[in-house]
Nanobody
Framework: QVQLVESGGGLVQPGESLRLSCAAS????????MWWVRQTPGKGLEWIAV????????YYIDSVKDRFIISRDNAKNMLYLQMNNLKSEDSAIYYC??????????????RGQGTQVTVSA
């Protein structure tokens, strides 16, 4: 079955960086668009970045553009999110998620258990 395991979260100060990782198994990782989504009590689930199955296409919401970088290593079945210049409003539980459909960008589906990111002075 689909397994997605996130790691790398933690407590950092504003302006600092974190790199999240997601280990994927149980499906053809290189055939799927992959997403990073986050959840806060006030906003619910929010997608923040998407990467095409080959890694050549990336998409971001405006609030993280130019600060976050999504990447993947299909040889290792790994997804990453480099987060720079973190702000307090980035505090959330971060999930990696697989697209609902193989080979297309549609919507995020199965996701992992999440990793907590807290940005606070």
């Amino acid at each position: 079955q689909v397994q997605l395991v996130e790691s790398g979260g933690g407590l950092v100060q504003p302006g600092e960086s974190l790199r999240l990782s997601c280990a994927a198994s149980g499906f053809a990782f290189s055939s799927y668009y992959m997403w990073w989504v986050r959840q806060t009590p006030g906003k619910g689930l929010e997608w923040i970045a998407v990467i095409s199955h080959g890694g050549g296409g990336t998409y971001y919401i405006d609030s993280v553009k130019d600060r976050f970088i999504i990447s993947r290593d299909n040889a290792k079945n790994m997804l990453y999110l480099q987060m720079n210049n973190l702000k307090s409003e980035d505090s959330a539980i971060y999930y990696c998620a697989r697209d609902k459909l193989r080979g297309r960008k549609t919507a995020f589906g199965d996701r992992g258990q999440g990793t907590q990111v807290t940005v606070s002075a």
